[in-house]
């Protein structure tokens, strides 16, 4: 049933008239309702083979997601994944929160990354648990993987920047850290095994989704909407993710897919230029930032 529903979700995306029908069709004699059918399908497939999010991330995030969920609450079910506590001690232990002593109780750990971050944290470890079992064979991985924590990395810092809280900075750092994984699956159904490089320009990153169209009939975006669905994460996850790519074309995207589109060319010289160019000034000023805080380091 659930592979129906996905394969019935692609399938209708690229039935949309907007997508230039007429071209593909014509540099495509074998069809490409047929060849966009057999490709969605496959993904589908795909899709439907990773492995679900596990109960016990599922009832912290249940829990967490209550306001006035305690210690108490949340202690004991971290308790149940050795794994998942290990990861936790070393990450508060970590330069990031600066703890003079060495933290070595769950409960003194979950005090210092605090309940707001701890939901992000366990879908971080699932999601990255989860990606290093089921694609570690795929080559260009190591790529992805270095792809994907820069851009984590700058969407915070582009939060942080535009002064959001830190528990919006961490949640647009998870969908920065998930937000190409569409492409595992498209390099995987695709028999591909090239990661390419799109962060040269922002036209590339508008290119590459028309290319993806063009070769698949499907593009990464709408694939990693999808997972998120799958594993259940916010809504927002699958918004962002499906409009990571919109902002360059003036498609009318969320601030999360705006901050992970501007990561890409964050630091690039002269990036400041030609985005005060070429961008729409409303995608900054929703964002409060400039063109400038894009050139920054
Ligand atoms: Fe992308
Ligand atoms: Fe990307």
Same mark, same amino acid.
């Given at each position: 049933m659930f592979l129906f529903l996905i394969v019935a979700r692609l399938s209708n995306r690229y039935s949309n008239p907007q997508r230039k029908r007429g071209e593909v069709e014509k540099r495509d004699p074998m069809g490409t309702d047929g060849r966009s059918a057999a490709m969605a399908a496959k993904v589908a497939e795909h899709v439907e083979k990773l492995p679900p999010v596990p109960e016990l991330v599922l009832r912290l995030r249940a829990t967490l997601s209550h306001p006035d969920a305690t210690f108490a609450d949340v202690v004991p079910l971290l308790d149940h994944d050795p794994g998942l506590s290990a990861d936790l001690l070393k990450f508060a232990n970590s330069a990031r929160y600066g703890v003079a002593h060495r933290v070595d109780s769950l409960r003194e750990a979950v005090l210092y990354v605090g309940m707001g971050h701890l939901a992000e944290f366990v879908s971080t470890t699932f999601l990255e648990r989860t990606l290093m079992t089921t694609y570690s064979s795929t080559k260009g991985m190591h790529q992805y993987v270095d792809h994907s924590r820069a851009i984590a990395d700058r969407t915070r810092d582009l939060?942080?920047?535009?002064?959001?809280?830190?528990a919006h900075q961490e949640r647009a750092s998870l969908i920065g850290l998930l937000h190409d994984i569409g492409r595992l699956v498209l390099m995987l159904a695709g028999s591909t095994h090239m990661w390419l490089a799109v962060n040269a320009s922002p036209e590339s990153m508008a290119k590459f989704v028309e290319h993806e169209q063009d070769l698949w009939g499907l593009?990464?975006?709408?694939? *990693?909407?999808?997972?998120?669905?799958? %594993?259940?994460? &916010?809504?927002?996850?699958?918004?962002?993710?499906? *409009?990571?790519?919109? &902002? %360059?074309?003036?498609?009318?995207?969320? &601030?999360?897919?705006?901050?992970?589109?501007?990561a890409h060319f964050k630091g690039i010289a002269g990036i400041d230029e030609a985005m005060a160019r070429a961008m729409p000034e409303p995608v900054f000023r929703q964002l409060h930032l400039t063109p400038k805080d894009i050139a920054g380091s």
């Open positions: 939060v942080r920047r535009s002064g959001l809280a830190a593009d990464h975006c709408i694939v *990693g909407a999808t997972i998120c669905r799958k %594993w259940d994460f &916010p809504d927002i996850f699958a918004t962002a993710i499906e *409009g990571h790519h919109g &902002p %360059w074309t003036g498609a009318q995207v969320c &601030p999360e897919a705006a901050f992970v589109f501007l």
